[in-house]
């Protein structure tokens, strides 16, 4: 079975700084997408960035990257020049290739201040 | 945004009782998915669909059912509510395009058992 292992319960960050949440993962497979997932107090999951195994590029989304190590099995999000709107929970999540379902971890809450 | 609605958004019950939650989407997208989300689990599949009337069962299946009839809907039924199915219930659509599978999320419904 999948697990996806965040941490972090809660971070600050100091607005317009970078932060780094942690996600790692377990799996056995060669071929698997990982994904991160924002939710803010609203309440909404809001699709981030996506990294596939086989891509020899860090992902990146505007002032989303992902630094993705699998050898370490990590695929951490670095969120740059934080704003006071990505105050949020994050959600790392992991596909298997030879299926759609998503296995999620227990999440990240992040606090921006100003 | 991915024209997914879920029905209702907020719903108070009492234990015993049967209740259905409704997922509805416009994109035509082939896979639905029911979510639940409690905190320090972040977001766990009850049961997830791969075409109309094809539907399988997920990491927390037990006391849901669900049905798809049509491509657009998917529905959750709990099939005696008890307080340990007090949540947050999210509905998720994905589709083949591309090679993510990226899933989009519904606003949630929030529901309590008493």
């Known amino acids: 079975a999948q697990k996806i292992t965040q941490t972090q319960p809660g971070m600050f960050v100091q607005e317009k700084e970078a932060v780094t949440l942690d996600c790692t993962y377990d799996?056995?497979?060669?071929?698997?997408?990982l994904f991160w997932y924002k939710q803010p107090s609203s309440g909404e999951m809001i699709f981030l960035i996506y990294q596939g195994s086989y891509d020899e590029q860090n992902a990146t989304e505007g002032r989303y990257s992902l630094n993705f190590q699998k050898a370490r099995k990590s695929a951490n999000l670095v969120i740059s020049a934080s704003q006071l709107g990505d105050s949020a929970m994050y959600f790392c999540?992991?596909?298997?290739?030879?299926?759609?379902?998503?296995?999620f971890g227990a999440g990240t809450t992040v606090t921006v201040r100003a | 945004d991915a024209g997914i609605t879920q029905s209702p958004r907020h719903k108070v019950t009492e234990t015993g009782t049967p209740v259905t939650l409704r997922c509805h989407q416009t994109?035509?997208?082939?896979?639905m998915y029911w979510y639940r989300q409690d905190p320090g689990h972040g977001l766990r599949l009850i049961h997830y669909s791969y075409g109309v009337k094809d539907t399988d069962k997920g990491e927390v299946s037990d006391g849901y059912s669900v049905s798809r009839s049509k491509t657009e809907d998917f529905l959750l039924t709990l099939e005696s509510a008890t307080s340990s199915q007090t949540s947050v219930y999210f509905c998720?659509?994905?589709?083949?395009?591309?090679?993510?599978?990226?899933?989009?999320f519904g606003p949630g419904t929030r529901l309590t058992v008493t």
């Open positions: 998720a659509i994905s589709d083949q395009t591309g090679i993510t599978y990226e899933q989009y």
């Open positions: 799996t056995s497979d060669q071929s698997y997408g």
């Open positions: 994109e035509n997208h082939r896979y």
């Open positions: 999540a992991m596909r298997d290739a030879d299926d759609y379902k998503l296995s």
